[in-house]
């Protein structure tokens, strides 16, 4: 079995590895530029473009594809354009409790799953001066944040997955992974 994760993200190939199943990285370089404004709608669009793009290449592996959004008072939140654009994120965020939405496609040949996870984040109240600091970290990270980075304890999850947050809900990549069970079986 071939499975490719079409991600250059780090942080999804770590959380991938939970399920130990072997896989390569294939980044799809494709564009998140999108119209939609409907938050489940843009990450499972986004996840299935990704998926398709590294797919159409390799006709014969299962593709992962993935994409998350950060979404505050119903504004979707990307990865931020610039330093300032993380610190107007962060500014918007601090204090706030949002949510976290990820997409995720899986396609093994002319078999395709879509689905999408959310999760209810609370993040601290943050001065000026340590948002000053965050918004250099975090350029590559829906709603400029990480809250799997220990320094960064400023987010917490109130409802959903952990995983889903830090950008691959790995119980539902499981879940899908177990209906492509013809071609593939769950390790353990």
Request: aromatic content about 4%; glycine content about 6%; proline content about 4%.
């Amino acid at each position: 079995m071939n499975f490719i994760l079409a991600s250059g993200s780090p942080r999804r190939r770590a959380l991938l590895k939970k399920l130990r199943i072997p896989f390569k990285v294939i980044v799809s370089h494709v564009s998140e530029k999108s119209a939609e404004t409907r938050p489940v709608h843009l990450v499972r669009a986004l996840a299935l473009r990704k998926a398709r793009a590294v797919a159409s290449k390799n006709p014969k592996a299962i593709v992962l594809g993935a994409d998350t959004v950060v979404v505050l008072k119903g504004k979707i939140l990307g990865k931020p354009k610039d330093i300032q654009d993380a610190y107007r994120m962060l500014y918007r965020l601090s204090g706030s409790r949002h949510k976290v939405y990820t997409g995720v496609a899986l396609i093994e040949g002319t078999k395709t799953l879509v689905d999408s996870a959310v999760s209810v984040v609370s993040m601290k109240k943050i001065n000026l001066d340590r948002l000053l600091v965050l918004s250099r970290k975090h350029l590559d990270k829906a709603g400029a944040y990480a809250i799997q980075e220990k320094k960064d304890p400023i987010a917490r999850i109130v409802r959903g997955s952990y995983d889903n947050v830090v950008g691959l809900p790995v119980d539902l990549v499981g879940r899908m992974l177990r209906k492509f069970s013809s071609t593939y079986d769950m390790p353990g």
